[in-house]
């Protein structure tokens, strides 16, 4: 377990280093937001009937979006890793003496926290706190309507980074299989991005689809414990949001381990 | 040889070399073409609950999402060079590029045409046509004249956008993620009709950052709304010049950047 920690400490303090990346990406997200923001104020103005989610939960929706998608949204696989297959390094982690998927998975979970406090936090202080005071109450991120919904929101939170690192995973073991990787990194996120309600939130999705995005497990990483933080969904719904992330992380990290040992198995190192 | 010729000579050889990973190529021009497929279906979404935005329906901005998509993906392609600038700067290939009897704006438009951008242009084509077709615009001399000077007026404000953010790299070594703001952010933007945002909004990317010159006005007299926004027919003939006039103030600073810089000596 120390060896797991250790590694993970190491890794999260050398991505720490990013930070002036890490503020120009703060800017960016904030300009986004506000696109965001404006286009879903101009479609809530006209429209009379009342809506799955209120144009202030929705607004609330996009700024935590814009706070975590680095951290939760499995864009890629660990490039480092990625390249250390293709280039036969990958030599070396079959050594250690340590279980390999939990090995790289512990370097996924660091690659997807570090973002927490670079880019999150500074975005959910400016949207939380200075929106107000300059007169952006209507677009500022509102506190969660009770400490059981913030609650609730951290722990569903703490299952989201479970998924994402399990899915990153499955994109870094990618690899093994086809050699650019290019395929499936460049179509994943893709997928990803729309059935975890970035780029739409899920509620506002026709009503048909719902139970198919529920169930599929990317409205586990942002989606479920966004709304339980705007208070679109209450807090009792937890134990739902949490069995739904447990099943498919067990799932994904199930079939993660597989491939990882069907990887090494026929894994032919090139050159010397 | 003249300027012209040469540069398309650059874009064969680039060609050549991008053809000759032919899976590894189809499967990026899938992956992109999957990127916006699926933004527009984020569109699509929004249209399907709220079935207008303010005044406008899917179909009209449709026009204006098929527009900006293929001028930016067009500009991205041609502009690859001016992308990866940093990178040029940081190994000290750029002192080689200028030892040489052209100008550095032609050999790194030349750099690379990268022709994986066919999945962003395709789509935006598609839409387009289903917008025009669903509209009912019919195929005049105006009509033409609108779509085409949009068309070009866009590729250049984008050129000109990647040019100043290349230029930018002279003083600080680092290409700046911030600049995406005016080129994926840009796209972001000009995908709707620039009257749904705030004024504040609007003045920036119609004086600042022309966008709104060289889509929104343009697909008002397209569409025949211009009267709707108390903006004069003559007014939405001619505001895509403003992206050409853009990238010749970029070309100008990109001068004065050449002027400034000294190599880093690697």
Redesign the interface.
Known sequence: MTAYWSLFVARFALLLQYRTAALAGVATQLFWGFVKVMVLEAFFTHVPTTQPMTLHEAIGYVWLGQAFLIAIVPWSGDREIQELIRSGAVGYDLLRPTDLYNFWFTRALALRTAPLILRGIPLLTVTIFLFPIVGLRERSLAFPPSFAAFVAFVLSFIGAILLSSALTMLLTVSMMWTVSGEGINSIFPAIVTIFSGMIVPLPLFPEWSKPILNALPFSGLLDKPFRLFTGNLLPNSLFNVLLHQIFWIVIIVILGRFLVKRGVSKLVIQGG | MNNFLLYFRYISVSFKSQMQ?KV?FL??V???L??TI??F??IW??F???????TWKLSEVALFYGLINISFAFADALGKGFDSFAKIIRNGDFDRLLLRPRTTVLQLLGTEFTLKRIGRFSQGIVVMAWSLSTLHIPFTLETLWLLGTSFIGGVALFVGIVIIQATLTFWTI?S???M??LTY?GV??AQ?PLS???KW?QRFFTFLIPLGCVSYFPMLAVLEKEDNFAVPLWFCYVSPIAGILFLIVALQLWKIGERYYCSTGS
């Open positions: 990973y590894s499967l990026q899938l992956g992109q999957l990127g699926i933004e279906l984020g979404v929004l399907s609950r709220f079935d207008t935005i303010g680092e700046l993620e911030i995406n703001i952010g972001e933007t709707y749904i945002y705030s909004f």
